[in-house]
């Protein structure tokens, strides 16, 4: 099978972190970074062996995030994800990020990071045929008032995002108080999607729920901790919520103790929608055809379960019907 033949759509794919590597090492002596060697380049920017938790690897990422500091390299980087995806079979693809991250420690405005965002995601549409969205992260770590201005932020330009999302670490960071924004985001008009349920903790099925019931989420990134809750999953069966699944990540991040349990082919045959997603491939050493062949060659997927995973994306993606509808030609 030729993984990278497969036409996919892909929801769940962080901009910031689909950095390719000529790229990074490129940009590193801007940081400091001068004559990397493969281990030290390794050390600084890679994750390909699993972390001791999930906040140990949204630690890890800043360096990474130390090389976006101006709009021509954000445009880069945006287009560059686009182009890297489509050489993967992408056809459809979310592109989420966090203005608050992404601006840190830079001298730019939410305005400018975004504007240079867009402006490389339409090149990446014009040069290939390819439908492409924006989704706006809340980091649920900062304060409250953050997220109200990054929420405000989003709703004023519904026209280039299609989705808010809430992302980082579940650990003591509780998704409740987010609710009065999304709900004023998916008034607007937005698709809402909540990473909920990934890192493996005692409540972690409740988190799902939690963003189901409070922040209106129509889809659940991550959500691979609901195999512990058969409540949940039916719940998820009966209300057709999809889960944008990340196999490696899992794996990496220590959502799953065992790199041969993942539970995707069990939620599938469940009835659950999946969807196949590589989260953050720059750092993660990935590409998305290799999370194909993963779950073709360890978990017993098929052709046909793929047609279906896709389809599941298809119908569950944010980007408007008619502009996605153009370019999906299975």
């Not at 459809?92 to 305005?111: D, I, K, S």
């Not at 809340?138 to 109200?148: G, M, S, T, Y």
């Not at 919520?241 to 794996?251: A, F, G, M, Q, Y």
């Not at 055809?289 to 993606?317: I, M, P, R, W």
Request: aromatic share 10%; charged share 25%.
């Amino acid at each position: 099978m030729n993984y990278y033949e497969i036409p996919k759509v892909a929801l769940h794919r962080h901009l910031e972190l689909s950095i390719r590597h000529s790229t990074i090492r490129e940009l590193a002596p801007s940081i400091g970074f001068n004559n990397l060697t493969d281990q030290s380049f390794a050390d600084h920017f890679l994750i390909t062996e699993p972390m001791k938790d999930l906040g140990s690897v949204l630690n890890k990422f800043l360096d990474t995030q130390k090389l976006l500091s101006t709009e021509e390299i954000i445009e880069r980087i945006s287009y560059e994800a686009c182009e890297d995806a489509y050489n993967e079979g992408v056809r459809v693809l979310e592109l989420r990020y966090a203005p608050t991250f992404l601006v840190q420690g830079h001298n730019l405005t939410f305005e400018q990071a975004h504007l240079a965002a867009v402006r490389g995601v339409k090149r990446a549409e014009h040069d290939f045929n390819m439908a492409v969205g924006l989704v706006c992260i809340i980091q649920r770590i900062l304060p409250v008032k953050e997220a109200e201005s990054v929420t405000d932020f989003a709703i004023e330009h519904k026209d280039t995002f299609v989705g808010l999302d809430l992302a980082d670490n579940e650990d003591g960071f509780d998704s409740k108080p987010f609710s009065s924004f999304f709900k004023r985001a998916k008034d607007s008009g937005l698709g809402i999607t909540v990473h909920a349920g990934e890192a493996d903790l005692p409540n972690a099925p409740r988190y799902i729920m939690d963003a189901i019931e409070h922040l209106g989420a129509d889809r659940i990134g991550h959500g691979v901790q609901c195999y512990r809750d058969q409540k949940v999953v039916d719940y998820l069966i009966e209300h057709k919520i999809p889960l944008e699944l990340c196999p490696t990540s899992n794996w990496l991040t220590g959502a799953i103790k065992d790199p041969d349990g993942h539970p995707f082919k069990k939620l599938m045959d469940q009835g659950v929608m999946t969807t196949i997603n590589s989260d953050d491939p720059g750092i993660f050493n990935i590409d998305l055809s290799h999370e194909y062949k993963l779950l073709h060659t360890k978990y017993g997927l098929n052709q046909d379960d793929f047609v279906k995973c896709n389809q599941y994306a298809f119908d569950t993606c944010f980007i408007a019907a008619d502009k996605k509808a153009k370019v999906w030609n299975k």
